[in-house]
């Protein structure tokens, strides 16, 4: 089904949308469009990642885009010696072959080609980076990535939350994402309800949180690492006992 959409402008002077469909912002208004990607996702996640080379990316859902935006204009901002590979689902195809009319930000202003190849081709490749974009069922798509084994360095968990998106939040799901991703790699998310993250460390990911200038957020990682806050989410359950994660069949 394609979304009904409106312009709103955020706090940090950056465009979003609001959905009428899910009745949710595609961005934290008070926080900024732009800002979000950036604390939320790409800050944490390539504080965590200390790779040269090469990195796969995996984005939950490209939505306008912001978050594999907001990475390219990083890693141009600091000069990193890089390739990223960028993948990401997006179910609203009305949304994303009316990117090329959204008015971003200056800071993306380098990237516009990159917006005109997504919304023509869904895909845009040179030698920083390679992107695919996937018109689709996202689950459809963890699943087809499963079968061509590609793995992941980090996972941008980014979909409308689980109040009017539950698909994207389950333990099933999130059994696709844990074997997608590296030993050594990140899934950030915005999500710091207790069900999801039961929902993420019943497959094995051990939670964190990140305190940012404005919220917390969390970040799930294959490992305890010290340098963040763990949740001990065995301990959530002993002290919450109507806690549940949440399931596909639910």
Request: one cysteine or more; aromatic letters at 12%.
């Amino acid at each position: 089904m394609e979304q009904e959409i409106e312009l709103v402008t955020t706090k940090d002077g950056s465009n979003t949308l609001y959905s009428k469909e899910y009745s949710q912002y595609y961005h934290c208004c008070d926080d900024g469009a732009l800002y979000e990607s950036l604390a939320k996702h790409i800050f944490p996640a390539f504080d965590y990642i200390k790779n040269t080379g090469t990195i796969n990316i995996l984005d939950i859902c490209f939505g306008l885009g912001y978050n594999t935006l907001a990475t390219l204009y990083y890693i141009k901002k600091h000069n990193l010696d890089i390739k990223v590979n960028i993948y990401s689902p997006e179910l609203d195809g009305k949304l994303l072959k009316s990117l090329h009319e959204f008015q971003y930000p200056k800071e993306f202003e380098g990237l516009s080609e990159i917006i005109k190849a997504i919304v023509n081709n869904g895909s845009y490749k040179d030698e920083m980076c390679n992107i695919e974009v996937y018109h689709g069922d996202a689950r459809k798509y963890l699943k087809q990535l499963r079968e061509e084994k590609v793995q992941f360095d980090i996972v941008y968990q980014d979909p409308f939350s689980s109040d009017v998106n539950k698909t994207l939040w389950t333990i099933e799901y999130f059994k696709d994402i844990y074997s997608l991703l590296k030993k050594e790699g990140i899934v950030t998310t915005y999500s710091i309800a207790t069900p999801i993250r039961l929902s993420m460390s019943e497959n094995g990911f051990f939670i964190h949180e990140i305190q940012t200038d404005k919220r917390k957020i969390t970040i799930a990682l294959k490992a305890i690492d010290k340098r963040y806050k763990y949740i001990d989410m065995e301990l959530k359950k002993q002290r919450n006992l109507d806690a549940k994660a949440l399931r596909d069949k639910e």
